[in-house]
């Protein structure tokens, strides 16, 4: 079984300022990483994810994770905000044993973005 | 990019009563549908896998007679609360995921959800 961990439930932070938003997992098989976000009355989008291959992984719009094994974290940052980034961002893994078909969620944090 | 909705968006119902929430592929074909609850403040726990033509697989602890899941069409799942109590009240999101060649490389489109309150 595996599970994930947000530390943080809500993240403020001003506009063009860098932040990161931290994910913890447990798993005791190999796991795909994800992070989704979701807008306002918006159901949840595909951020970015980690299937093999390099540990560092970017979205279009300028976010970034890095998977590190070692401390089995896929922390997600950016290096400056944008108002529009202000949403709820959920970081999952599944079994790749699995797939895709099961996905186990973190409980969010919030990301507040100020003028 | 795919979309799902899911209708409706809330409702409001009295204890005892059955609710049906619809969740629908708008542009696509989806042989896989998955039914998640989320809580306030935790996670979302995904309560069953429905495939198109058969029976819903349902997750530990999910009662498979209080929410019903119907999934006839490759565009349309649906989730009966039946005989609800306050303690169902929760947020319902539905995810679909795309019928490709390669299935375990599927992605999952996530509607919008609906929230459900039972008083």
């Known amino acids: 079984a595996q599970s994930v961990t947000q530390l943080d439930s809500q993240v403020p932070v001003f506009e063009e300022a860098p932040v990161e938003l931290r994910c913890n997992y447990s798993?005791?098989?190999?796991?795909?990483l994800f992070w989704y976000v979701q807008y306002p009355n918006q159901g949840l989008q595909l951020l970015l994810k980690y299937l093999s291959g390099s540990t560092l992984v970017e979205s279009i719009n300028g976010f970034e994770a890095e998977f590190i094994n070692s401390q089995t974290s896929f922390h997600l940052r950016k290096p400056s905000v944008h108002i529009s980034d202000t949403a709820e961002y959920f970081c999952?893994?599944?079994?790749?044993?699995?797939?895709?078909?099961?996905?186990?969620f973190g409980t969010g944090t919030r990301l507040l973005v100020s003028p | 990019g795919a979309v799902v909705s899911q209708h409706p968006s809330w409702v409001i119902c009295k204890s005892g009563t059955s609710v049906k929430i619809e969740c629908r592929s708008l542009d696509f074909q989806a042989t896989t549908m998955f039914w998640y609850r989320q809580f306030p403040k935790q996670s979302l726990m995904l309560m069953a896998t429905s495939n198109e033509g058969s029976k819903a697989t349902y997750e530990q602890g999910v009662e498979k007679d209080k929410f019903l899941i119907n999934h006839a069409s490759l565009t349309l799942s649906t989730l009966t609360v039946t005989s609800a109590h306050p303690e169902d009240s929760s947020f319902y999101i539905c995810?679909?995921?795309?019928?490709?060649?390669?299935?375990?490389?599927?992605?999952?489109?996530f509607g919008p959800g609906t929230r459900l309150l039972v008083l």
């Open positions: 999952a893994v599944s079994d790749m044993n699995t797939g895709f078909q099961k996905l186990v």
């Open positions: 995810s679909a995921g795309e019928t490709k060649q390669t299935s375990y490389q599927e992605t999952q489109y």
């Open positions: 798993s005791s098989v190999s796991v795909y």
